[in-house]
Every structure is written in structure tokens, then in C-alpha cells.
């Protein structure tokens, strides 16, 4: 059976999972639900009781150094995840994002090593470039929240299609990179405008979900 998720509240809970990762961590709505959490080589990923995986983002200039601008290369090596869809989903003519898919192959690797499976994938800017790649991989639902480009070439749409990368109009990190494309659905929505505000933070995307939704153009949930 699918599993549906309510958008405001994935949107509540990929926020809260930055704080977790704090030196002083404070008390957060998710302290009785964590399962386990990875914080290794500047990755970071909380798995819950319920089989929810969220990916917080870049929390440090070193992550995003070291993933979001490696595109074609990482030390000479070419990252892949052990994938039994590969064949079947057309991943063959894939170019991928190779500092995304480094990213995405430790939180993979971990979720193998303890046998997690999650029925939901939730994630946020680096986390959400993850979140494309592990939704399809595991052909599970997933949102993810200011979603970069994971892939060139040419992609079947399931799984694929399980994921929804919510992206707001003004963050351009949703737009890199250029060659590249998203490996979901895309909603690009409008958010209000606030001077000297970053519109890539988190907050700003659970404003963006109120607005839209009042709107009437966002659905409660996902998949719909």
C-alpha cells in the first residue's frame, strides 16, 4: 500500500530535524519518534519509529562544498547505488550529479547496513537532492522541499514520479544545475517576498505550503 503523507506537516518535520543536529540540541516534536540518526562525513539523516527518513541540508560551507559542487566528478570516481530497478527504469543513458549521489549513497548505505526501509522520504535543499534519488531506489512517496537538479538523460517516470519536489519561484538553487533536471514531479509555487530573506530556508518553504494550499493550488497531501 502507498503511503500518504500531509505536506504541511512533512514540511514541519524536515524543519525540526535540522535542530537535532545541533551542539545543544533543543527539545523538538520529533524527540519521541527518532529511531536512529547519521551524522557522518557531513551527512545527516534521521530515521523514525513510524519508517520516515528526513534529510536535512547543507549545514555547513564544507557540505555544500563537498556535494553540491561536484557534478561530474568526485575524486576521479564514479558513484552509483546498488540499484535492481536500474534495468528496468532506463537509468543506463543517466548522467548523475556525483556529489548528490555521494550524499545519497551514505544515507543508503547506512539504512542497508541497520536493514531500515522507509515507507516515506522526506527531505530539504541537499536533502531533497537525496530524497529524488532514494525515492527512486526504494520506490517509495517522498517530498522534496527547494529540490536542486539530480540527473541528465533520459528517465522513465515510475518510481520517479513518487517523488514531489516543491520549489518556490524566487530560490534559483532550485534551478542548478542548468543542464540538469528534477527526477519527480515539480510544483513551482509563489511565496511571499520578504526583504533581506533568504527564500531557500526551510521556513520559508512552510510559508509557501500555507499560501499555496489556501490558494487552492496544493493539494493536503502526497501523493494526492
Not at 528534477?182 to 512552510?206: I, P, T
Amino acid at each position: 500500500m502507498t503511503h500518504r503523507y500531509d505536506i504541511a506537516r512533512a514540511a514541519q518535520m524536515v524543519e525540526a530535524s535540522y535542530l537535532l543536529f545541533k551542539r545543544r540540541p533543543p527539545r523538538t516534536s520529533l524527540d519521541t519518534s527518532v529511531k536512529d540518526t547519521l551524522d557522518k562525513n557531513h551527512v545527516q539523516a534521521v530515521f523514525l519509529k513510524q519508517n520516515i527518513l528526513l534529510i536535512p541540508g547543507s549545514n555547513s560551507v564544507a557540505d555544500y562544498m563537498k556535494f553540491n559542487l561536484r557534478v561530474l566528478n568526485f575524486g576521479g570516481k564514479k558513484y552509483r547505488l546498488n540499484d535492481e530497478l536500474t534495468e528496468k527504469w532506463g537509468a543506463h543513458d543517466v548522467i548523475w550529479h556525483q556529489g548528490f549521489m555521494r550524499h545519497a549513497k551514505v544515507i543508503a548505505d547506512w539504512m542497508q547496513k541497520n536493514r531500515y526501509r522507509p515507507k516515506y522520504i522526506i527531505g530539504h535543499s541537499l536533502g531533497a537532492a537525496a530524497t529524488q534519488i532514494l525515492v527512486r531506489t526504494h520506490d517509495v512517496p517522498g517530498i522534496a522541499f527547494a529540490a536542486p537538479r539530480v540527473t541528465r538523460g533520459i528517465v522513465q517516470p515510475a518510481p520517479a514520479s513518487k517523488c514531489l519536489c516543491l520549489n518556490r519561484n524566487d530560490d534559483r538553487v532550485c534551478d542548478l544545475p542548468s543542464s540538469f533536471q528534477h527526477l519527480g514531479e515539480v510544483h513551482a509555487g509563489e511565496g511571499e517576498r520578504k526583504f533581506l530573506r533568504f527564500d531557500h530556508q526551510m521556513d520559508r518553504y512552510q510559508e509557501m505550503v500555507t499560501a499555496q494550499q489556501a490558494a487552492g493550488v496544493l493539494g493536503t497531501h502526497w501523493p494526492a
